[in-house]
C-alpha cells in the first residue's frame, strides 16, 4: 500500500467533477435532441459566432480535430449545421448552425442558465471559484497533453 490517496489527487477530482458537472447538462440534450458531449460542444461554440472552422472549434472546445469533425459530420447529418469548404484555404470546413440548430439552441439556452444558477448556488464564491479556474487553465495551457 502507497501513501498516494486518489480521492486527494487533484487531477482526479477535477476529472470526476468534470464528468458529473457535464452528465447534469448532457441529459437534457441526449434525451431531447440525441447529441453527444461532443456534438453539444460545436453547436455551443457555434451559437457565439455565424461561421467557425473545425480549426478554430478545436482550439477552444479542447477537443482534437477527428473528434470535431465527426461531431460535426453527425450535426450535418441531423441537420444542425451546414459544412463549407473555405474556398480560400481547402484544407479549412467552416460550419454554420441551420435554423434547426439555432431552435435548438433557443430552447436549451434558459435549462443550461437554470442548470449553471443551481451550480453556482452550490458555491460560496462563484466568480471566485471561476477566476481560479482560468488561473488553473492559464497555467496549463502551456504544457504539452499527454493521449490516452
Known sequence: MT???L???LPYQ???LSSRVSDGFARHYRDTYGISVSEWRVVAHLS???SVSVREIHKR???DKPKVSRAASRLETAGYVTKTVNPADRRLVELKLTGKGREMIE???PIADAYQAKLEALLSDPEEFR???AQLSNEL???PRVDD
Do not use: C, G, P, T
Open 3 to 5: 501513501r498516494f490517496k
Open 7 to 9: 480521492d486527494h489527487f
Open 14 to 16: 477535477i476529472a470526476v
Open 48 to 50: 457565439q459566432s455565424d
Open 61 to 63: 472546445v479542447d477537443m
Open 107 to 109: 430552447a436549451l439556452s
Open 131 to 133: 477566476r481560479q479556474i
Open 141 to 143: 495551457v502551456s504544457q
